[in-house]
């Protein structure tokens, strides 16, 4: 009878033990729980929330606004950086009306479509760039200039070729290696650069094709110089879809049908 209490004594301490121990783990791991709670609480009350604006993209002219729902939206810019007045920062648009920017020329644009009262004219709703600098008087461009305009524009982008690749600005090996090849073969000198050219300009979207939209690059910065560009480009879009494919350009820039590749 002896034994026998002292050894329900002795397991009820066992049992007391054991319990003990688990509220400790049970404890342990709910302060464990608890402190991790904690610290996320506390990295989420550190860590801004993301602007719905940082990955969405406006046109030109126009800047995303966070709604009243938190949701992002396009809107015209409310108003374009100031600049210092150098006479290069001015546009001119295809209305022979000048610009004090780009951006004023676009913010107008996107007002006069969405007809605000802010807008200054409304035919300005289709208003676009045509080239960089103050509208002015530009020569003529004759029937004798277009139909030295291939050459002229072939020998124009082997030289553009040459200086990108002394800056390293290529940006492709392939290139750098097709516009040695033309250093050494005249027949490829007026080849290679007409091809990169067509390549650079297909970027938005990258479709094998240019629009007149995807133009403005390279005819906004050479127009007040030589004013056949706009004209003899467009006009390399022979079949009037809108869109210049590698065939089109090559053969509108003087190049035979077997030099005619796809390099994009």
């Known amino acids: 009878m002896r034994y026998a209490l ?13 319990d003990a121990k688990k509220k400790k783990v049970a404890d ?29 993209q406006c046109g030109w002219g126009k800047e995303c606004v966070v709604g009243k729902k938190g949701e992002p939206t396009c809107e015209c810019i409310s108003k374009c950086p100031e600049l210092d007045g150098n006479p290069m920062d001015k546009v001119c648009a295809n209305n022979n009306q000048t610009f004090t920017s780009l951006c004023d020329l676009y913010r107008e644009r996107c007002l006069c479509k969405r007809k605000s009262k802010e807008c200054e004219k409304a035919t300005n709703a289709k208003v676009h760039l045509e080239y960089l600098g103050e509208c002015k008087k530009l ?31 290529l940006h492709k090996l392939e290139w750098e290696e097709l516009l040695s090849e033309a250093e050494n073969d005249d027949e490829k000198k007026h080849v290679y650069p007409v091809i990169w050219k067509f390549c650079e300009l297909d970027t938005k979207p990258h479709d094998k094709s240019v629009s007149h939209h995807e133009l403005i690059p390279i005819t906004a910065p050479v127009i007040p110089m030589e004013s056949c560009i706009k004209p003899f480009l467009e006009g390399c879009d022979a079949n009037n879809d809108g869109n210049i494919s590698i065939k089109e350009w090559g053969k509108c820039l003087g190049l035979k049908e077997g030099e005619i590749q796809e390099r994009c």
Do not use: Y
């Open 6 to 18: 002292v050894a329900c004594l002795l397991l009820l301490a066992a049992t007391a033990f054991v």
């Open 28 to 56: 342990d791991e709910l302060g464990e729980l608890l402190d991790n709670i904690d610290a996320d609480e506390e990295k989420k009350s550190v860590e801004p929330a993301k602007n719905p604006c940082e990955d969405h």
């Open 139 to 169: 020569d003529e461009c004759t029937e004798e200039h277009m139909a030295q305009f291939p050459e002229r524009m072939a020998d124009w982008l082997f030289q553009v070729m040459k200086e990108l690749k002394k800056r390293r600005e």
